[in-house]
């Protein structure tokens, strides 16, 4: 079955701090994606990557930046966490070549203090 | 742009009653219709998925029928269960980019 990995699961930081979130996928699909949860607003894209060493801005990128250096390997990154990026930030990766469904991490849960 | 409506932000059933849940969209292009199920603290899981029109899709007791004249993906159930009890995203794929679209999510809550 296909496997998408997330590390860390939970992590506390503070406000200003850096935060990197990391993303493993073993199912050789090109695209990934990074979204985040919140109550009332499902699932929002913040960045995506269609191939290795590019990533494109999603609907809600502000604040974020996103590293992909492999096919296997997506980052997002609070280069300055603020208390609004609170949240569950999910990754996933699809296969261009069908209905694009996408297979989903276990998430991560972010709490900014 | 593309869009995704789910109107219903919590159902509320007893257990044997059935299921509908409603899902309509907007998009100019040709698409496929998800439905993803995520159970608490647990990723989302794809449920059911179609691109077919009037064509009845099922999986784990689920069914939804694509109706693109009137763009709605509804899901249901003949008699809802315990276990039934999560939060349900319905999403549209446009294949020229790649991306999903999701609606705002119905969390389904079941009671004995």
């Known amino acids: 079955e296909a496997a998408v990995t997330q590390s860390p699961r939970s992590k506390v930081a503070v406000t200003g701090g850096k935060v990197t979130l990391s993303c493993h996928q073993t199912?050789?699909?090109?695209?990934m994606y990074w979204y985040r949860q919140d109550t009332g607003h499902g699932l929002r894209l913040i960045h995506y990557?269609?191939?290795?060493?590019?990533?494109e801005k999603g609907d809600i990128p502000d604040g974020y930046k996103a590293s992909r250096p492999s096919q296997e390997n997506f980052s997002l990154i609070l280069e300055l966490a603020s208390l609004s990026q609170t949240a569950v930030y999910f990754c996933?990766?699809?296969?261009?070549?069908?209905?694009?469904?996408?297979?989903f991490g276990p998430g991560t849960r972010l709490t900014v203090l | 742009g593309d869009s995704v409506t789910q109107t219903e932000g919590l159902v509320t059933l007893t257990e044997g009653l059935p299921v509908m849940l409603n899902c309509t969209y907007q998009?100019?292009?040709?698409?496929?219709l998800f439905w993803y199920v995520q159970h608490l603290n647990e990723a989302p899981k794809l449920l059911l998925k179609s691109s077919t029109d009037n064509k009845r899709t099922e999986h784990q007791g689920f069914h939804a029928t694509l109706h693109k004249s009137s763009s709605s993906f509804h899901l249901q159930k003949s008699s809802a269960q315990l276990s039934d009890s999560a939060l349900y995203y319905c999403a549209l794929s446009v294949q020229v980019v790649g991306q999903l679209t999701f609606g705002s999510g119905t969390r389904l809550q079941v009671y004995a």
């Open positions: 998009t100019a292009y040709s698409t496929f």
């Open positions: 990557s269609y191939v290795a060493d590019s990533t």
């Open positions: 199912n050789n699909h090109d695209y």
């Open positions: 996933a990766s699809s296969d261009p070549g069908g209905s694009y469904e996408q297979y």
